[in-house]
């Protein structure tokens, strides 16, 4: 698999054992300028100060929930436009479809298995927008 081109990621979840498990997949994946944060404001605050290319975040999350996160990031204006991913197990048909009208380029329903996980989040690094 080739390595992507969309560096930096930026995982935002509040469930530190997740973003443990993704940063180990994208880490297999040879991604490693990532960094973490637990809500969507501290997901805006980083962005402020740095670029994303890749935007992985959770769905439930307070008081900025990751739907509202990916409005805030498709309204502004700058020179990157980040993927985005929602990475969940809620796999709700209606939380899906919002994603999408939403923009997300992405929507990963977390399987038990971290090796498909992996497979999953390296599809979507590689697929352009």
């Known amino acids: 698999m080739r390595k ?3 560096l ?3 995982i935002v979840d509040d469930s530190h054992s997740t973003t443990a498990v993704i940063r180990a997949c994208l880490k297999e ?3 490693t300028q990532v960094d973490e ?3 969507g404001e501290a997901a805006l605050r980083m962005m402020d100060v740095k670029n994303y290319g890749v935007i992985i975040s959770d769905w439930h999350m307070e008081p900025v929930s990751g739907p ?3 409005k805030e990031v498709r309204a502004r ?3 990157i436009k980040p993927k985005f991913a929602f990475v969940t197990m809620d796999d709700r ?3 899906i479809t919002t994603a999408r009208s939403l923009g997300a380029d992405a929507f990963i329903v977390k399987p038990d298995n971290p090796g498909a996980l992996r497979n999953k989040i390296g599809a979507f ?3 352009r927008v």
């Open 68 to 70: 509202e996160l990916l």
């Open 125 to 127: 690094m590689n697929t």
């Open 4 to 6: 992507p081109q969309f």
């Open 8 to 10: 930096p990621v930026l």
């Open 93 to 95: 048909w209606a939380n």
């Open 37 to 39: 944060v637990d809500s």
């Open 77 to 79: 204006t700058g020179p």
């Open 29 to 31: 994946l040879g991604i």
